[in-house]
Nanobody
Framework: QVQLVESGGGSVQAGGSLRLSCTAS????????MAWFRQAPGKEREGVAG???????????YYASSMKGRVTISQDSAENTVYLEMTSLEPEDTAVYYC?????????????????????WGKGTQVTVSS
């Protein structure tokens, strides 16, 4: 049974940092495109970062332009875990953050942030940034 479990959310002040974790089970981690999305109240779900294993210890990573430079996605294949490191957080980053996965050896440079392509989702973890 496929499961994605997020953790690490919480409340921080503007300028602070958080590291989110997503532990996957029930599928081969390196065969999947993994991504982080977020959804703020009243807004559509949007992609934050995505990554996939390109072989030979090489991971390809994509970032939303709105967060580039403030987020880093990384993976621990041994632990089947993907991380999202966020720095310089702003109140506008307040949202529920979701981990997602789809069976694909390539996230797609132009489509990695299309939520419809992902068929596995975690339940989300809340991130609240206060000013």
């Amino acid at each position: 049974q496929v499961q994605l479990v997020e953790s690490g959310g919480g409340s921080v002040q503007a300028g602070g940092s958080l590291r989110l974790s997503c532990t996957a089970s029930g599928f081969t981690f390196s065969d999947h495109c993994m991504a982080w999305f977020r959804q703020a109240p009243g807004k559509e779900r949007e992609g934050v970062a995505g990554s996939y294993y390109g072989g030979v210890n090489a991971w390809t990573r994509y970032y939303a332009s709105s967060m580039k430079g403030r987020v880093t996605i990384s993976q621990d294949s041994a632990e089947n875990t993907v991380y999202l490191e966020m720095t310089s957080l702003e109140p506008e980053d307040t949202a529920v953050y979701y981990c997602a996965a789809v069976l694909s050896r390539d996230c797609g440079r132009l489509t990695w942030d299309d939520a419809k392509k992902y068929n596995y989702w975690g339940k989300g973890t809340q991130v609240t940034v206060s000013s």
